[in-house]
């Protein structure tokens, strides 16, 4: 973890960037080896893992390699690096070299490795060497080396733990950002395809690439996402999601408005509908920009099956999403306020349910709420073999006994547990999260105006969707301002061929993403190859 | 200047969802007392006088593109005369905001919410408009189109289910056995129209303000047309007689349907929670227009500076009537006064206009104008 | 910048603002099981004089705020016991048996609807609530001295529904509160399945109080209301139409003659079966309708409203009383149609005739005459009390085509 022992050290010389480096700005490298040493060794050498290496270029010239041992790929050093530049090349054996020539023999004759890079500024030594990469310095040389050794244990290639899928790729983001960029490369082999990349972040310096299509993408929207991102100064990026809480528009609505994931095909599709996507090295997680709300209920998924039936479980996924947000509210309000509403035989019975329950309903399901919301923290804090365990516990336990202790009602533990179910039904976590959130001022404004209240309360949640805004996309376009090609894909999933522009909330520069007669393209030239009746064999037979 | 973004759609669903709200209620008791069986004949009439005052408010809108009525009727009467014309808009649109927040609190405190002091339920819906209205123009028209399927859909809903219960020769005669009051209701209805005039500070928003009739057309069919089913439904379903028994019909129609299957025995209640948003539009955009008449009258850039303003004046008068009759009377009364504004005023402007030969600058020409 | 702060400020003021009265608020909350759920209201008239005494003074005082002078009546409710009622199917008590009762059962007596509640209110911890009130029982006597007040009272409450059911009871009406039917946990719900049942088989118009209202105010038309009595089983049969003339009850039919109405009408479904003999008693034959159409057309013949009516009736044959008839040839079947033809025109008209000698139009036949004659109505009639004089004059011509249809699946 060398990017944190860096910041232990650092954290007791001063606020703002690193002084050091601050103070040292600009300076060359000089031709006297020792020098270079002594700066690297002042700012570096407590660091344990700094290695350097003294050794002679062919024998004759002092030099030294400096890198970070445990960031390294320590063979690479030694075949490739080290190895060559000790020995002369053969075809030069022989062959004075002087001091002047010795950084294109170096450059040109010597150095098998693929990344590398002359430098001549101190500051970059250091910071090349914090990115894991080797300097060789050699002495009566004013350039040193910047080899590109950099070596990370990373995880394999893992399904996407949050956004499985039955049917599609089970590739999913990790942590380093090259491997996250050759994933989106390998989907969208485009020349239009472009990596724009910056540093954010005082101290770390993450490495953070904008992705988008030249061509496709709004190039108002590109630059208005590298404004707000540049105008970001803090002092460490550890994952996406401190970025998204420097661009979003509104930051003090409780409703995502970046999309994060971690399927590469997600990114490309979004790519390709003319959204930007951001990439964070070392999170593995995507952010997507503009982002609407319809995206918080649709998946990957919706779009590899048949459209007919993807359409109908996106529909159950938006009524669970309604569920989650209003069912606790008009139990309440019905319970408390209407209670004519159900029928007298069902009304007659929860009636009778109640009898022994000493609280009103709104603290009743409060109180299940939020142990619910406790449960739920809870299970995702312990440990995966116990979790299991525990939300078996909790659900059937607790909630039989709630209910024979006389704390809860039977229908209330129904209620609850339908909401609880339709918020996992949710897709987007962050959406999930807004909407669980939501549902506790509903619930109070039910306990107060009843079915009224209930509707206030949406009503102001409906307005403030209404006025969000993500990049100036209108948060719940396509539906309004209504925008009937986006329809198509709202509530229910169209037919692909059907769907033939990209969604003109994003203003692509390149509407359409298909030929508008695909369907009879692709079913023109359809012959019913196998059919029977030319089937010779039966025909003999 | 001005973002134009507001499509035809958008307006014709911010006429619709303006002009149905809490009238709706007691719509069939109002029609009916006019002309008994004759009252979906009554309803029509009082929209096609209500299409008049849209129409001329609509053609003005279109003669000055770029502004509201506050600001062309000055070019074309004069400041004085047009301050005093524009005064008395902001004060009876003032007045039909707190009458409309007036007349609903008094149903949801008579019908669902009965110990809850009628201030509350007032203020609460006055705050949620208020609140509203600090957004853009075109906000107000996405939140306009956003509800507008929250309107139609229990009005269809109630009127279909009570068809099981509809006996057409209710309806008869179509012009009604007495027609003695067959004037005064269709003014009476006229006034439950009134919300169509937050148009004109609409068009000077819209892409293409030479759309507009089309918006007020569209808008007016679906309203009026939604309006002469209810009546229909109410009276087919109860009588005219029995109408005249009852204070607020329709929420009565919604009382005496049921979802098939009993999911819900009776929808009154579910039908007041889901008009909620129906009175909310209607509130919002007279807000709005309050407002709006007044930052143009100051010549102000940005409404939302009076959006709390006036909320306490507001709140005031809508606490003024001592009870549900003398309510009803004032709205009645305002209602007919307020024709006089929203349909002879626009009226005699635009004669002056045309006599005047007074013109805004359209859409298209102001380029050029620009350019010269 | 600064101006957004300040407006943000503005924004959290109004939003405590909001909050603020929501704290104080709650003042509609009423806990379902806090609530006295009123099933079902009986509505008595009190005949001793003794029970003045009975009454408390809750909302009259005998000196000062006197009770109008008008006679007393009691009022029963059935009130639904929470607890008693189990959850679910069949979780019923075990060990208590079906004795324990899931329903309470109080009477008062006061002068008028209100005050009766308001006097059982006094006696009742838990607010009356009248938003599943399903069935309203006014005895006959109470009926005939005018429902005024009752419909009234409930139709000014707003949490009563227009899909409940009144009806009017043979003998005392607090009777049918206490009765215990076997079939339903609650017995209202018995009670007001028995109707509903009865209009969805075709033995009954569906007349809730809603249609019972609409048909009251309307100038050509009289209301209705089923007639009831509790029978020794606790069930209940319903044994007629009660019929109305404005407020008050004045007649009374017979159960098939609810047949005769729902011709009229054109009711569908049909539910009742009716004997047709021929010739001797072995010829009988019992014949189920199965779909009814009726038109009514309105003239006027010497200024004096003249309908015809025409009726007509698809038959199923359901039964016979011996193999003396064999329904082999459609001459037989003709022959019993022609039979029921001529049975049900007397039957239609005599239903009609007993209406006309009380005035009381519960047909609708005025509302025909101002629909479609307008003219006539508003020189002639235009009030209800000068519809309920012309009914009694108006005259009345009714076709009836009676068409056999299937006989089954015996072949003969």
């Not at chain 1, 950099?150 to 380093?176: H, L």
Request: net charge positive; with cysteine; hydrophobic share 45%.
């Amino acid at each position: 973890m060398p990017i944190n022992k860096k910041k232990s050290k650092t954290k007791a010389i001063a606020v703002g960037p690193s002084s050091v480096l601050e103070r040292h700005k600009g300076e060359q490298i000089s031709t006297q080896m020792e020098q270079t040493i002594s700066f690297i060794q002042n700012i570096l050498g407590v660091n344990e893992d700094l290695t350097i290496r003294r050794f002679h270029v062919f024998g004759q010239h002092p030099a030294v390699i400096i890198y970070f041992s445990n960031m390294v790929n320590q063979s690479t050093i030694n075949v490739d690096i080290v190895k060559p530049l000790m020995y002369v090349p053969n075809h030069l054996i022989g062959c004075s070299i002087e001091i002047g020539q010795l950084i294109d023999v170096l450059q040109n004759d010597t150095l098998y490795h693929g990344e590398s890079e002359l430098e001549s500024e101190l500051t970059t030594l250091i910071e090349s060497i914090l990115r894991g990469e080797t300097v060789v310095v050699v002495d009566g040389l004013d350039k040193a080396f910047l080899l590109g050794t950099r070596n990370i244990d990373k995880r394999a290639i893992d399904q996407p733990a949050t956004e499985q899928v039955i049917r599609g790729p089970r590739e999913g983001f990790i942590e380093p950002l090259g491997t996250n960029i050759s994933l989106i490369r390998y989907r969208l082999q485009s020349p239009d395809l472009r990596v724009e990349t910056m540093g954010i972040g005082r101290r770390t310096k993450s490495k953070v690439a904008i992705c988008y299509m030249d061509g496709i993408t709004n190039p108002k929207l590109v630059k208005e996402v590298n404004r707000r991102l540049s105008k970001i100064d803090i002092d460490g990026v550890l994952d996406s999601g401190y970025l998204e809480q420097f661009i979003e528009d509104n930051h003090y609505s409780p409703f995502p408005q970046v999309q994060y994931t971690e399927r590469p095909d997600k990114v490309v599709a979004n790519l390709l509908e003319g959204r930007v996507s951001i990439l964070v090295d070392g999170s593995p997680l995507a952010l997507v920009v503009p982002t609407v709300f319809s995206q918080f209920y649709q998946t990957v998924e919706d779009y590899t099956e048949r459209y007919l039936l993807m359409s109908s479980i996106r529909l159950a996924r938006l009524i669970a999403l309604m569920f989650s947000l209003i069912f606790p509210s008009i139990y309440v309000s019905i319970i408390s306020f209407n209670p004519e509403l159900i029928p007298t035989e069902f009304a007659v019975a929860v009636a009778g349910g109640r009898a022994g329950v000493p609280f009103p309903a709104i603290i009743e399901v409060l109180i299940i709420e939020i142990s619910m919301e406790v449960l739920r923290e809870a299970t995702i804090r312990l440990p995966q073999q116990v979790g299991g365990a525990l939300s078996i516990v909790g659900v059937l336990v607790i909630g039989q006994a709630a209910v024979s202790a006389g704390f809860a009602s039977p229908i209330t533990i129904v209620i609850i547990a339908l909401t609880t179910i339709g918020s996992f039904a949710t897709p987007a976590y962050n959406a999930a999260l807004a909407l669980r959130l939501l549902r506790f001022p509903l619930i109070i404004l039910a306990g107060t105006f009843g079915l009224y209240g209930v509707m206030i309360g949406l009503i102001l949640i409906a307005n403030h969707l209404l006025s969000l805004k993500s990049f100036g996309v209108p948060y719940l376009s396509p539906l309004v301002p209504t925008e009937f090609q986006g329809v198509k894909d709202l509530i229910i999933r169209g037919p692909l061929w059907a769907m033939n522009k990209r969604p003109s909330f994003l203003q692509p520069m390149d509407a359409s993403k298909m030929a508008a007669n695909e369907l009879d393209n692709s079913t023109d030239q359809a012959s019913n190859a196998l059919d029977p009746k030319n089937d010779i064999n039966q025909q003999e037979g | 200047m001005q973002d134009r973004q507001i499509t035809v759609i958008q307006a014709a669903a911010i006429l619709v969802s303006s002009i149905i709200g809490v009238g709706v209620l007691a719509l069939p008791l109002f029609a009916v007392k006019a002309a008994e069986s004759g009252a979906p004949l009554v309803t029509f009439l009082g929209m096609l006088l209500a299409f008049v005052g849209l129409f001329l408010i609509t053609v003005l809108g279109m003669r000055f593109p770029d502004k509201s009525v506050i600001e062309y009727s000055q070019d074309i009467i004069g400041k004085g005369l047009a301050s005093f014309g524009s005064v008395l808009i902001i004060v009876f649109f003032a007045v039909l905001t707190s009458l409309t927040a007036r007349e609903f609190g008094e149903v949801v405190v008579t019908s669902v919410l009965r110990s809850t002091p009628v201030e509350v339920t007032v203020i609460v819906m006055l705050l949620l408009a208020a609140i509203s209205t600090r957004n853009e123009i075109t906000t107000i028209a996405y939140i306009h189109t956003f509800y507008f399927p929250l309107l139609l859909v229990p009005v269809l809903l109630i009127v279909a289910l009570s068809l099981k219960n509809a006996e057409a020769i209710n309806l008869l005669p179509v012009w009604g056995n007495e027609s003695k009051g067959m004037m005064k209701g269709t003014l009476t209805i006229a006034a439950l129209f009134q919300g169509t005039f937050v148009l004109s500070a609409v068009i000077p928003s819209m892409n293409k303000p030479q759309n507009a009739m089309k918006a007020s057309i569209g808008g007016m069919l679906i309203a009026g047309g939604l309006y002469v089913i209810i009546v229909a439904a109410a009276v087919s379903v109860f009588g005219a007689e029995e109408i005249k028994q009852l204070l607020w019909p329709t929420l009565e129609l919604a009382k005496a349907t049921s979802l098939p299957a009993n999911i819900l025995e009776r929808l009154d209640a579910a039908f007041l929670a889901v008009w909620v948003t129906a009175v909310f539009t209607t509130l919002l955009s007279s807000y709005f227009l309050t407002i709006h008449s007044i930052s143009k009258l100051f010549r102000l850039k940005d409404h939302k500076l009076f959006s709390y303003f006036i909320l306490p004046f507001v709140f005031t008068m809508a606490m003024l009537p001592q009870n549900i009759v003398e309510m009803y009377e004032i709205i009645v009364n305002v209602g007919q006064i307020g024709l006089c504004i929203t349909i002879v005023y626009p009226g005699l402007l635009l004669l002056i206009s045309i006599l005047r030969k007074k013109r805004g600058n359209s859409v298209e020409k102001k380029k050029v104008d620009q350019n010269r | 910048m600064r101006r957004k702060k300040w407006i943000r400020t503005v924004n959290l003021f109004c939003c405590l603002c909001i909050i603020t009265p929501m704290l104080t608020g709650c003042w509609d909350r009423l806990e379902i099981e806090e609530r006295a759920v009123v099933l079902g209201v009986s509505i008595d008239s009190v005949k001793s004089d003794h029970s003045q005494e009975e009454e408390g003074e809750v909302s009259h005082l005998n000196n000062s705020i006197p009770a109008p002078n008008k006679s007393l009546i009691r009022v029963a409710v059935q009130i639904a016991l929470p607890g008693r009622i189990p959850l679910g199917p069949g979780e019923s008590g075990g060990g208590n048996g079906p004795a324990e009762k899931t329903v309470w059962v109080i009477d008062v007596v006061g002068h008028s609807i209100d005050d009766a509640f308001m006097n059982l209110q006094q006696q009742v911890s838990s607010r009356l609530f009248f938003g599943h009130l399903r069935v309203i029982v006014v005895s006959e006597s109470v009926a005939k001295k005018g429902l005024e007040n009752i419909n009234d009272y409930f139709r000014r409450n707003p949490e009563v529904r227009r899909m409940a059911w009144m009806m009017i009871s043979k003998g005392r009406a607090i009777r049918f509160m206490d009765a215990t039917p076997k079939l339903e946990r609650v017995p209202t719900l018995y009670l007001m399945s028995t109707l509903d049942e009865g209009s969805r088989m075709g033995k009954f118009p569906k007349d809730y109080i809603g249609i019972f209202w609409s048909n009251l105010s309307k100038k050509g038309q009289e209301g209705f209301l089923p007639y009831v009595e509790l029978k020794k089983e606790q069930n209940i049969e319903i044994k007629g139409l009660a019929y109305f003339r404005g407020d008050h009850l004045v007649g009374i039919t017979k159960p098939l003659e609810i047949a005769g109405y729902l011709g009229i009408k054109g009711v569908n479904p049909a539910g009742y079966r009716v004997f047709i003999q021929p010739g001797d008693a072995s010829t009988a034959i019992m014949t189920n309708t199965t779909h009814r159409k009726a038109t009514t057309k309105v003239q006027i013949k010497d200024n004096v409203p003249h309908f015809t009516i025409t009726i007509s009736v698809e038959l199923n044959i359901e039964e016979k009383l011996s193999e003396n008839i064999q329904f082999n040839n459609p001459a037989i079947l003709k022959q019993y149609e022609k039979k029921q033809e001529e049975v049900s025109l007397k039957f239609y008209t005599d239903i009609i005739k007993k209406t006309q000698e009380k005035g009381s139009d519960i047909f609708g036949f005025g509302e025909y005459v101002r629909g479609k004659k307008p003219s006539f109505w508003n020189k002639n009639v235009k009030s209800a009390e000068g519809w309920q004089k012309m009914y009694k004059d108006s005259t009345f011509d009714i076709k009836v085509s009676m068409k056999l249809r299937r006989i089954g699946m015996k072949a003969k």
